[in-house]
């Protein structure tokens, strides 16, 4: 079993910036792809951003293409969600994901961490 832990949330302006992380509980993180989906209120869960164990490619949402950066670093066992030019629309709960294949399919995502709220106020 792994635990994702997620920090980075908080309240930003449009146009600001956020960080998110998810931390993994096991080494084994560096084997899994590592990902985001996103859930607005009312909304279904949507597809964000992947990186695979080497880093390269990766694939985002066309929604968040040129504003989102996703990164790893397996040593510390933890991703990263660098989120520039902040929209109200990136309003949601963002869940943090680990799958054993790089996937865009959140049927196909092996564990959850347990969301953490961005809200962009316009």
């Known amino acids: 079993q792994v635990s994702l832990v997620e920090s980075g949330g908080g309240l930003v302006q449009a146009g600001g910036s956020l960080r998110l992380s998810c931390t993994a509980s096991r080494r084994s993180f560096s084997t899994y792809a590592m990902g985001w989906f996103r859930q607005a209120l009312g909304k279904e869960r949507e597809f964000v951003a992947v990186?695979?164990?080497?880093?390269?490619?990766?694939y985002y949402a066309d929604s968040v293409k040129g504003r989102f950066t996703i990164s790893r670093d397996n040593a510390k066992n933890t991703a990263y969600l660098q989120m520039n030019s902040l929209k109200s629309e990136d309003t949601a709960v963002y869940y943090c994901?680990?799958?054993?294949?790089?996937?865009?399919?959140?049927?196909?995502?092996?564990?959850w961490g347990q969301g953490t709220q961005v809200t962009v106020s316009s």
């Open positions: 990186i695979p164990v080497s880093s390269n490619p990766v």
């Open positions: 994901y680990s799958a054993s294949t790089i996937t865009t399919d959140r049927e196909s995502v092996n564990y």
